[in-house]
């Protein structure tokens, strides 16, 4: 088991390295004064919609120390959830539910509108990628697996969120586009870790069962409501659009959720770990 500094350092190393890539966008555009076209600022703001995605599902996947996941399986997963976002998800909430419509009117409006129509689709699509694929096959066989596929399933929904976002506005300033998109995949990674989790109890724990499902999307999709309301409140102050505090307090909060997530990954390594010892003394007498 590694130590838990070490665990903390190779976590910091890969938020940092989100925070690094926000760093150097705007030093670029500091010193070059650039001033891209239209078309130069869609390529780029869907370049930023990936690169966080990479990096966040990286150091997910290094977490799954004891039998690593198929890394097609994985990319599945991913890919799976950016596309039903793309088919499923952003039609509903743009379409259907009409969002843009009432969504900001009220500050409670928001908070229910972000939670009871954004965060349950966006969370019902990551349960539904995870559960009808992975789940009932042998591969998701230990109890961090949950953890594993459902932040990859996060970030296929933030990165189609992100590329639709930079695709509506016809681009996007480079710095900002760069901190929308670090945000999404931050934030929609640990949601999906968190339900992820639940996927593994439903499997594995002590309180198996399908309650356990209904549980972890409702835990993601308030938290999914809670964050992005957090975050407008902090950009969106008065007549000024303060993207850097919203990617300051986006990176507390991810931490925090991050603690959660790692104690659980932690105790669901230390369970698998003793459950195959158990195993092997058994075999052995």
């Known amino acids: 088991m590694r ?115 954004v965060g349950v689709i966006h969370q019902s699509i990551a349960y539904a990628t995870v559960r009808y694929t992975v789940y009932p096959t042998r591969e998701f066989d230990e109890r961090i697996d949950g953890i594993v596929y459902g932040t990859a399933a996060g970030l296929g929904i933030a990165t189609m969120l992100n590329i639709a976002y930079v695709i509506e506005l016809g681009g996007a300033l480079l710095v900002i586009a760069a901190i929308y998109c670090v945000i999404n995949a931050l934030a929609y990674a640990s949601f999906g870790g968190i339900m992820g989790y639940f996927f593994s109890v439903a499997k594995f724990g002590k309180r198996a069962g399908q309650g356990q499902f209904i549980w972890g999307v409702a835990i993601a999709a308030v938290l999914n409501g809670l964050f992005f309301w957090l975050q407008r409140l902090l950009v969106f102050q008065s007549t000024r659009y303060e993207p850097w505090y919203g990617l300051i307090a986006g990176i507390v909060v991810v931490v925090i959720i991050y603690g959660i997530l790692e104690a659980l990954m932690r105790s669901s390594v230390a369970l698998e770990e003793a459950g195959k010892r158990t195993s092997a003394e058994n075999g052995g007498e």
């Open 3 to 117: 130590s838990h500094k070490t665990i903390w350092k190779s976590g910091g190393l890969q938020i940092g390295a989100l925070l690094i890539f926000v760093l150097i966008v705007q030093l670029f555009v500091w010193l070059t004064k650039a001033s891209p076209g239209q078309g130069e600022l869609v390529f780029w703001g869907i370049m930023f919609s990936i690169v966080p995605a990479l990096l966040w599902l990286s150091f997910f996947y290094q977490r799954d120390r004891l039998e690593p996941e198929p890394k097609h399986y994985v990319l599945g997963v991913f890919a799976l959830g950016a596309f039903l976002t793309y088919a499923i998800g952003i039609p509903l909430v743009r379409h259907v539910f009409r969002v843009s419509e009432w969504l900001y009117l009220t500050p409670w409006g928001y908070i229910l509108g972000s939670i009871l129509v």
